[in-house]
């Protein structure tokens, strides 16, 4: 799908991937699950646990989501994962919904060498080794330009990643600015029919 495809068309296939430290048991992940199994029962919902190795995740991504159509595909993502789901949908000609992602993960990342209880399951733990922030410096490299058949939901009050950083890297498409909220946009439920229309189901 190139970027003058309409994007209204209605998203058969969508892949939800989470933020670091996080898991498909996340806040975002469960209310867009549900709707879609309420609403859209007969959309192929892919949201998997991803590795800590971002090379890794890569590569589950892009075997999850082969074959798919790529004008009725999308991918969402938080965080971490809204820069792997930049990377993939400027990858694969795919729309994306970015919320609160990543800019520079490398960068930002490089002081979370080490072990990490998981955030939905302190009981696991993620080993983020110092060569993973070298494997995300080669996927900031490798980023496509950017697309227009994106919509970012950034919010001002995000307490770990700088909001202006990432209306600037997500300018090229739909961006809805929060006033306020916070990193896991835990209001998100409020901002679902804005994804909802993007994805073509309204």
């Known amino acids: 799908m190139n970027s003058s495809t309409p994007s209204r068309l209605a998203v058969t296939h969508l892949l939800y991937l989470h933020g670091f430290r996080s898991s498909p048991n996340s806040f975002k992940a469960r209310v867009l699950a549900q709707w879609v199994q309420n609403h859209q029962p007969a959309v192929q919902w892919v949201c998997p646990q991803l590795p800590a190795s971002p090379q890794q995740a890569i590569t589950l991504a892009l075997s999850l989501t082969q074959g798919w159509p790529q004008a009725t595909s999308?991918?969402?993502?938080s965080s971490l994962g809204g820069f792997y789901a930049q990377w993939l949908a400027r990858t694969l000609g795919m729309r994306s919904v970015l919320l609160n992602p990543a800019v520079h993960p490398a960068?930002?990342?490089?002081?979370?060498?080490?072990?990490?209880?998981?955030?939905?399951?302190?009981?696991?733990?993620?080993?983020?080794?110092?060569?993973?922030?070298?494997e995300l410096m080669q996927l900031e490299a490798s980023l496509p330009p950017a697309r227009k058949d994106s919509l970012a939901i950034i919010a001002k009050g995000d307490e770990v990643l700088d909001w202006?950083?990432?209306?600037?890297?997500?300018?090229?498409?739909?961006?809805?600015?929060?006033?306020?909220?916070?990193?896991?946009?835990?209001?998100?439920?409020?901002h679902l029919p804005q994804v909802i229309s993007f994805l073509g189901w309204d």
């Open 74 to 77: 999308a991918v969402v993502g």
């Open 107 to 134: 960068r930002d990342l490089a002081s979370q060498i080490g072990t990490h209880p998981a955030w939905h399951d302190p009981s696991e733990q993620v080993h983020f080794q110092s060569e993973f922030v070298d």
């Open 164 to 190: 202006r950083e990432m209306r600037q890297a997500c300018q090229q498409g739909q961006v809805v600015l929060l006033e306020g909220s916070d990193h896991g946009i835990s209001d998100f439920e409020s």
